[in-house]
């Protein structure tokens, strides 16, 4: 008994979807990667905030009297690392954006490649049960045939 090999019809549009599928999953791992090093560079630009300070406290806090040009140097630099942050964190927000719409692309594509699979599976399996209907149609004419000849 020759079995017919199964044939999903729309194989290349499945495969077309995998690889989209596969491409929203590099550009999230993309986008998460690039996210954390956003919230590595706030981290970063915050710790120099409190390193510079916690200088300017411990100088005044020693007795040293600073003059107001150190205030004002002291002022500026930290004004600056403050719009750094500022910088950072909306980096960083943007980065967050980017990465939801990524996982929504990835969920989009993950959902078309899944109903394809569905549809094959379904489709597979009515292929299956049309084999097994002809081979067992086969197999009792088969039988039907033997059991005339004996009677003969």
């Not at 044939?7 to 998460?32: M, N």
């Not at 040293?64 to 630099?77: F, K, M, N, P, W």
Request: hydrophobic letters at 40%.
């Amino acid at each position: 008994m020759a079995e017919r090999n199964f044939k999903f019809r729309l194989e290349r549009v499945h495969d077309i979807r995998r690889q989209r599928e596969r491409g929203a999953q590099e550009e999230l791992a993309a986008a998460l990667g690039k996210q954390a090093g956003e919230e590595a560079a706030l981290g970063q630009v915050d710790a120099t905030i409190a390193d510079a300070r916690e200088e300017f406290r411990g100088a005044s806090g020693y007795g040293e009297v600073l003059s107001g040009t150190d205030l004002a140097a002291s002022q500026a630099y930290l004004e600056r690392l403050s719009g750094r942050r500022a910088v950072a964190v909306r980096d960083l927000n943007a980065s967050r954006d980017e990465v939801g719409r990524r996982r929504s692309d990835l969920e989009a594509a993950a959902r078309e490649r899944q109903a394809l699979d569905r549809l094959r599976d379904r489709r597979r399996a009515e292929h299956d049960r049309e084999v097994a209907r002809a081979e067992s149609a086969q197999l009792d004419e088969l039988a039907l045939a033997g059991h005339r000849r004996r009677r003969a």
